[in-house]
């Protein structure tokens, strides 16, 4: 996994610079299971994971909320039966910053 799961985000300011396209190139790179999708104008990251059955995937959705709380920075999340769809993106600066590829790579680690 990597290091990037094992770093701290960084409090969201607005005046927070955005993820340059060199950064984003070599930070994608770290999480190969994400995809980099732009909606309204907003670059955000986006994985969908799969799971047997609807308690399954509400099970990690809590997990994923503590983890949110925690690093006081929040997903976009969608639960369904057997997969839930996380998003992330930074509000206060409209875009990608480093923190969401730490929070990534976290989440990728709740799979356990
Ligand atoms: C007031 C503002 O919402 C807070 O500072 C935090 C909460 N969680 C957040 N989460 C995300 N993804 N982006 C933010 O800008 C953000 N800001």
Redesign the pocket.
Known sequence: MSDLATMKCEA?QADAPKVSDAELAELIRMIPDWAVEVRDGIMQLERVYKFKNFKLAMEFTNKLADLAEAE????GILTEWGKVTVT?????IKGLHRNDFIMAAKTDQLLG
């Open positions: 969201c006081f920075h929040h997903p992330w993106w930074s509000h206060s």
